[in-house]
């Protein structure tokens, strides 16, 4: 085709024109050889262009479809390996409605299977005696919530009560007994599980072996029991074999107006049961609080970082008090929770926090100390611009005025370097020995239970040599040590706002508890006003002392420090103890008195450069140790600081304390 | 007869084709109105005014997220141009004098709007009402990056765009999150399975192909064509950040592998080097920064951020790289005045630049000067002794923004060809004795100083 040229009459336009040029050169059939070849090139050049157009159709509608896909670019990709899995739920308007359950109640083992999953499966020795419960969503068959009563120990049965009384009606209830469950079961307890149907139950005698299925208010769906044939051996193991028919959806929720907070509490209470009334069908409890703001609230951007483990009712009543403090903003809350728990997951969403979870990695003490890190290390990188941050448990309850009590003192921590943290908690601040709401002291250890971190003491010196996984080391512990505290202090009200409620815990246990945490005063009063904020910075604060001590009386230091009468019968009084201290690191009588008073007496606590302060009998008591003390200055020559002498190797009766 | 039978058949071919091309190009018209929603050629012919579709849209938008104290502003390229084009216009005439709306009726498919998240307090009520006020919205979700670096978080994700159509016309809500290092990050929009491919052409939004990163705006509030809205004070920076903003993230997971492998090092030497070196690296960057000079970590600071998410303990210098074209004659008083005096100064603008920094504790500020060819950018090295050039190769690179030891800062978008010219494939491995002027794979001898040009190429302090 190189060599044709176009005639400069043949200008080929549409097809019209072209159908004209046909009839042409049909006519004209003689050797118009340029013509034809013209023709052919045409008819070529359409077909070109005609695949051409196709071409690009077919390439515009790739480029449609991948664009729809999202174009996401390859190497963007390696972080969405974790793949969307999109829950399957089991439905309940499946064509199976009926759910097989198993039973098994022996002296060593309970199991309970439903479907053919284990839900529940507890051989361990020693551990699990009692009566096992389990509560099945009657529409879904899934588990919401799982308890073991021991009853074979006091007050359990009265836990167990409780429990089953703040179950909703129409629940799928199973109950199974370990080892023993009738020594500490009580009338209540028997009467309660008469009104469920059960035959058994209220009968239950020593080391029966009792397996039960129910419905909360509705028929048994089956019930096993085997009696104990003599003091010293146990009931046959029984297993119990019964079909559980599956109710409607609709029938196993609550009517509640369909707002956004009951969608929350829907989806709630369709997974977990035991909260009490938040799920009652009927006026349930609120799950919005709207507590009052704090005029000129100083902490309203400053995140709080709540740190928990697996106590979802802990952190249920936690997240209540918390929700409910004057000055709370909700949306800075972020509850770390440490491990792959759904529940705790779940009461987080009720509330509508931000809830985080943590994989285990380490064991015990480490473990809870490496949570702290990433949570902290989370808590500032989700809030770059926070210059502090609240540290809270989950075994707390806060103050109403928690807020506010945060908010008059955090210029504290801006303003003096020689602060470590502002902690709500006072150790030394019993129900006996607190007493002024607005007062707040410097102390040299670490309470922590609900304080401020400022976050360049965690970024600059703390976070890069926090104790690493096998250290096993205690956080707090860690934080206390001279190398992380380099002599600075604690601001602590004297009153606390926070009440550790936790006896269930890692270093808890319910007589370590009653001994050193129940009787702690807590501030119920809204809005305290703190008194001389200013006064607590560093030099101020000595000044402060030293007037303190000077219009101080001295106690007459021939008394037992023990004894009630050491104080005399006043009120409002300012009075002074000194006691024998020889160095700084020397607490001998100081933990001897701190044990006769009732007091924290572990570890020394709340000391202030060798002084402590606390109440008494509604008076400031002061106690100063000498000569390691800077104020033991203030000491009249004719005193003789007290002694008292640690009892020999075995406990020696509190309060049995000599004196020079 | 058959010469007729030929022509016969090509003239029927060529009807047919032509038949079918027609049809074709009907389909093809058809199809492409169709994908841009049915009414976008419906609005072409409409009167622009207060009426159209986009200013309806935006306004009930703009009721709606200030009624339910949704902190946005406007971001959309488009109107923010238009706008800074009548800016001083736009300030005088106050409010209600709106006789003509010029901005917001401009056609387009999508007005873009950013959310700052940490100030939004009423989540969960918005998106019901939104749908209530005749809004078809869709929420995209991602995990948390910031939680990325940490050991083995997960948490509940966070909304990165929203997507919320009225009639046809769509408003893009980018959520910004405040991140470490002062500044605010978007993610990238990515579609779900099962997500609508087609609830609007995804392909024209201007932001969330990548993740980004800006500086925080300063806001003002304006009245544009009737409506309040908050834009970025400084329309015209935040619209020249917008095509250079995307953001990698660092890959944390690949440096926890990394750290399983070679444990870190935890000594207080350690410590203080990462210590130092990162205020040296902070206090560079705010000193160029201010100069207005873009940069990015090079060498060995780079390797740092890409393999381990960190400082390289063992590394004793801090490593930048400039475009020659970026080179500013003050560099050098600006970096003495805040306390880094000059250590040496190898090569000169025109070829082989290199600066060389004191920092304290004896670490070292190499500010390397890159030198673009057609197909390769390099920089150049030279040694002091023998007045020997050396060049370092490296494939061509645009920048991107990262976070590195809480700032956001600039490094090659292409980190791995970068990092595999200058340390080659063997990069993961640990290596603490390297020879610049022979371990790196890129490296060239370039010839020699003339010794009449030492004065001048070899300075050393």
């Known amino acids: 085709m190189d060599d044709w040229k176009p005639s400069s009459l043949i200008k080929p336009f549409g097809a019209r024109k072209k159908r004209s040029w046909y009839l042409t050169w049909k006519y004209k059939l003689t050797n118009q050889r340029a013509l034809r070849r013209f023709c052919q090139t045409g008819a070529v050049l359409f077909l070109l262009v005609t695949v051409i157009v196709n071409i690009k159709l077919i390439l515009d509608t790739r480029r449609a479809i991948s664009e729809a896909n999202g174009d996401a670019e390859p190497e963007q990709d390696y972080d969405e390996a974790l793949g969307r899995l999109e829950p399957s739920r089991r439905r309940g308007s499946g064509p199976r409605r009926v759910l097989d359950v198993e039973v098994y109640s022996s002296r060593s083992k309970v199991y309970v299977a439903v479907d053919g999953t284990t839900v529940l499966e507890d051989e361990a020795r ?535 | 007869m058959s010469r007729i039978n030929k022509n016969v058949i090509l003239a029927l071919l060529t009807l047919t084709s032509s038949a079918f091309l027609l049809f074709q190009l009907y389909y093809y018209k058809h199809y492409l109105s169709a994908k841009n929603g049915a009414g976008l050629s419906k609005s072409k012919g409409s009167r622009i005014g207060f009426d159209s579709t986009q200013w309806r849209a935006v306004k009930k938008f703009i009721m709606l997220t200030s009624s339910q104290n949704v902190p946005v502003f406007l971001i959309d390229p488009l109107i923010l141009e238009l706008i800074n084009k009548d800016f001083e216009q736009l300030k005088n005439t106050s409010l209600g004098s709106t006789s003509e709306c010029k901005f917001f009726c401009v056609r387009r498919d999508f007005t873009t709007f950013a959310l700052r998240y940490h100030l939004w307090k009423n989540e969960e009520g918005w998106f019901r009402i939104a749908e209530n006020m005749g809004f078809q919205c869709l929420k995209i979700e991602s995990k948390d990056p910031r939680l990325d670096g940490i050991d083995s978080l997960s948490g509940t994700e966070i909304p990165l765009h929203y997507i919320c159509r009225l009639a046809n016309h769509a408003i893009h809500l980018v959520v910004f999150h405040e991140r470490s290092g002062n500044y605010l990050w978007h993610g990238h929009l990515r579609l779900k399975g099962h997500m609508d491919r087609k609830f609007v052409p995804f392909r024209k939004l201007r932001f969330g192909r990548y993740p980004g990163a800006f500086d925080r705006p300063e806001l003002q509030q304006i009245t544009v064509d009737g409506l309040e809205v908050f834009i970025p004070k400084d329309p015209v920076h935040f619209l020249e950040e917008i095509p250079h903003s995307r953001f990698i993230e660092c890959r944390y997971k690949e440096a926890r592998a990394f750290f399983q492998q070679y444990l870190d090092d935890n000594t207080v030497e350690a410590m203080a080097f990462r210590k130092n070196a990162k205020e040296l690296l902070q206090l560079a960057a705010k000193t160029l920064k201010k100069l207005g000079v873009r940069f990015w970590l090079s060498s060995g600071t780079c390797l740092g951020w890409y393999r381990q998410c960190n400082i390289i303990p063992y590394s004793k210098d801090v490593d930048l790289g400039i475009f020659i074209q970026d080179y500013k004659s003050d560099i050098i008083s600006a970096f003495q005045d805040v306390g880094l005096p000059l250590k040496h100064k190898f090569g000169k603008v025109e070829d082989s630049l290199e600066l060389s920094f004191q920092g304290k504790d004896d670490i070292k500020l190499d500010i390397f000067f890159f030198y673009e060819e057609t197909d390769h950018m390099w920089n150049g090295g030279t040694q002091a002794k023998t007045g020997k050039k050396f060049k370092y190769l490296f494939p061509k690179f645009t920048l991107c923004w990262t976070e590195f030891v809480d700032m956001k800062i600039h490094v090659p978008c292409e980190t791995i060809e970068y990092i595999e010219a200058n340390y080659g494939k063997t990069w993961k491995i640990p290596v603490k004795t390297w020879d610049w002027k022979r371990s790196p794979p890129n490296v060239q001898p370039n010839g020699i100083w003339p010794i009449s040009e030492w004065d001048e190429v070899i300075q050393l302090y």
């Not at chain 1, 074979?152 to 009265?158: L, N, T, V």
């Not at chain 1, 890692?506 to 703190?530: C, R």
């Not at chain 1, 560093?538 to 219009?551: M, W």
């Open chain 1, 126 to 660: 020693e551990q699990g005696r009692g009566i096992h419960v389990i509560v099945l969503n009657q529409a879904t068959g899934h588990v919401m919530a799982k308890r073991v009563f021991d009853t074979y120990s006091p007050h359990e049965d009265e836990a167990m009560v409780l429990f089953l009384n703040m179950v909703a009606p129409g629940r799928v209830l199973i109950c199974t007994v370990k080892d023993e469950g009738s020594f500490h079961l009580k009338d209540t307890a028997k009467a309660l599980l008469r009104s469920l149907g059960s035959q058994a139950g209220p009968a239950l005698g020593w080391r029966d072996t009792w397996a039960f299925v129910g419905r909360k208010g509705g028929p048994v769906l089956g019930e096993k029991h085997s009696k104990s044939p003599a003091l010293s051996s146990w009931g046959d193991p029984v297993l119990l074999k019964t079909d559980v028919p599956l109710s409607s959806a609709e029938e196993a929720e609550c009517h509640w107006a369909d707002t956004e907070l009951n969608r929350r509490r829907r989806r709630f209470c369709s997974k977990v049961e035991g909260y009490g009334s938040v799920c009652s069908c009927k006026d349930p409890t609120p799950i919005e609080f709207s507590p009052d703001p704090l005029p000129d609230n100083k902490v309203l951007n400053v995140p709080v970082a709540v740190i928990a483990g697996n106590r979802p009712n802990y952190l249920y009543r936690m997240l209540r008090s918390l929700l409910s403090a004057q000055g709370v903003s909700p949306q800075m809350i972020t509850v770390f929770i440490d491990g792959y728990y759904e529940e705790p997951m779940d009461v987080v969403a009720l509330f509508g926090l931000r809830g985080i979870q943590h994989t285990p990695i380490s064991i015990k003490n480490a473990r809870v100390s490496q949570h702290y890190k990433a949570s902290l290390t989370a808590t500032f990188n989700l809030f770059p611009e926070a210059k502090f941050a609240v540290v809270l448990e989950e075994d707390l309850d806060i103050a109403v005025d928690f807020f506010s009590f945060l908010s008059q003192s955090i210029h504290l921590l801006e303003e003096d370097d020689s602060l470590y943290c502002i902690s709500a908690w006072n150790d030394q601040g019993y129900e006996h020995t607190a007493e002024d709401p607005a007062l707040l002291y410097r102390v040299e250890t670490m309470p922590g239970l609900g304080w401020v971190l400022r976050k360049s003491l965690y970024k600059e010196e703390l976070e890069p040599k926090w104790p690493t996984p096998e250290k096993l080391w205690d956080w707090d512990m860690w934080m206390r040590m001279p190398e992380q505290r380099r002599g600075r202090e604690c601001i602590i009200p004297d009153v606390s706002r926070s009440y550790h409620f936790g006896i269930v815990g890692l270093n808890m246990n319910g007589y370590f508890h009653e001994a050193y945490f129940k009787k702690h005063k807590f501030n119920t009063v809204p809005g305290v006003q703190l008194r001389n904020v200013d006064s607590l910075k560093k030099e101020a604060y000595e000044v402060e002392i030293h007037r303190l001590l000077s219009e101080a009386e001295v106690l007459d230091h021939s008394k037992n420090p023990c004894e009630d009468s050491f104080l005399p019968d006043t009120e409002g009084h300012t009075y002074v103890a000194f006691i024998r201290m020889e160095k700084d690191d020397d607490f001998t009588t100081w933990t001897q008195l701190a044990k006769c008073l009732h007091i924290w007496d572990l570890d020394v606590r709340g000391n202030h450069r060798g002084l402590w302060r606390l109440f008494r009998k509604k008076n400031h008591f002061l106690v100063v140790g000498v000569p390691a003390s800077p104020y033991s200055v203030k000491k009249p020559p004719s005193i003789t600081p007290i002694f008292l002498e640690p009892p020999p190797k075995e406990e020696g009766a509190p309060g049995a304390a000599e004196q020079t």
